[in-house]
């Protein structure tokens, strides 16, 4: 079956420094979704992406914050400057509508 | 002091029991729900959605239940199996975008 695979599992990085969180959505979907989910928190939507382009974004998707789908396979997520409150798990989903979405297993981020 | 929303609610019931998890949403203009299932460590997991001209729909031992009235979502989930606990929480769309997560409920099956 497949699945929505998320690189990496846990990435650790200094306050002030820049992430790529990837994600390698299911093959023959359009939609394609960031979430963070601060430990003990809810689920949080960050951005929606169609078509290339943001389809939707959150107040939490600042400046800071981008997203792109480089190749065919990939959707990435940037923090350009980490601050401590990013440390949640993000997590990745994709879809073949706007409807059903289909979430990776996360990354967990730890910003120091 | 303590952080907001490190406490879920917990639903504790025995095996073979059926379990009612429910959520409040917020949007009274939106149009589809969605129940997901979190399991420790894991991403969330589509259970069962429905649509706002619905006000029930079923599937393999859960049921949803739409009062759009009160804004009211339940999960029911029929002779709950060890494998259900997890966190539970519902999600509300209008037209596919604004997205909203509740907080959960930690559901934990006893022996």
């Known amino acids: 079956e497949p699945e929505v695979t998320q690189t990496p599992s846990h990435q650790v990085t200094q306050m002030g420094q820049e992430v790529i969180l990837r994600c390698v959505p299911i093959?023959?979907?359009?939609?394609f979704y960031w979430y963070r989910q601060i430990l003990g928190q809810k689920v949080e939507f960050l951005v929606s992406?169609?078509?290339?382009?943001?389809?939707?974004k959150s107040e939490i998707f600042d400046d800071q914050f981008s997203v792109e789908r480089p190749d065919g396979s990939n959707f990435t997520l940037k923090i350009r400057s980490t601050k401590l409150e990013d440390s949640a798990m993000y997590f990745c989903?994709?879809?073949?509508?706007?409807?059903?979405?289909?979430f990776g297993p996360g990354t967990r981020l730890t910003v120091l | 002091g303590e952080s907001v929303g490190l406490h879920l609610p917990t639903l504790s019931v025995q095996e073979g029991d059926n379990s009612i998890i429910n959520c409040a949403y917020s949007n009274s203009a939106s149009d589809y729900f969605i129940w997901y299932k979190q399991e420790s460590g894991k991403g969330p997991q589509f259970i069962i959605d429905i649509r706002s001209n619905m006000d029930k729909r079923q599937g393999q031992r859960v049921t949803v239940l739409l009062n759009k009235t009160v804004k009211h979502l339940s999960l029911q989930i029929a002779a709950t199996q060890p494998g259900d606990s997890a966190v539970y929480f519902c999600a509300e769309t209008q037209y596919g975008q604004n997205f909203v997560f509740g907080p959960g409920t930690r559901l934990s099956v006893l022996p």
């Open positions: 093959s023959n979907h359009l939609y």
């Open positions: 992406f169609y078509n290339n382009e943001i389809s939707e």
């Open positions: 989903a994709s879809g073949d509508s706007t409807d059903t979405q289909y």
